[in-house]
């Protein structure tokens, strides 16, 4: 499986920005997906997954109602929306995979493929 994140960027408070995650090397219809952060000095943080085959997600609380995460089964491409962005969501922002067992899957250590990350980074 490889993963290749991209899209982040340098974004006023308020703002928008869109993540993708382009995935190959399988189909991954018994796969789930994740989106995490890292922010210096701290540990990588849960923020959003998909389970790819019936689109169910599961955020962290601090972005609920503002992130949304979606996959497009044609291009195998997830994404994540990033709305209302706060400061506090600047970070490098990692896409994850693995296969669908454990959900809410929130723990990193579940995911044996990562991308490369992309920064985010929000100003005030």
């Known amino acids: 499986v490889q993963l290749q994140a991209s899209g982040g960027g340098l974004v006023q408070a308020g703002g928008s920005l869109r993540l993708s995650c382009a995935a190959s090397g399988r189909t991954f219809d018994a796969y789930d997906m994740g989106w995490f952060r890292q922010a210096p000095g701290k540990e990588r943080e849960f923020v959003a997954a998909i389970r790819w085959s019936v689109a169910s997600t599961y955020y962290v609380g601090s972005v609920q109602g503002r992130f949304t995460v979606s996959r497009d089964t044609t291009t195998n491409t997830m994404y994540l929306q990033m709305d209302s962005l706060k400061p506090e969501d600047t970070a490098i922002y990692y896409c994850?995979?693995?296969?669908?067992?454990?959900?809410?899957?929130?723990?990193?250590?579940?995911?044996?493929?990562w991308g490369q990350g992309t920064q985010v980074t929000v100003s005030s």
């Open positions: 994850a995979a693995k296969l669908n067992q454990l959900w809410p899957p929130r723990r990193p250590d579940s995911y044996p493929y």
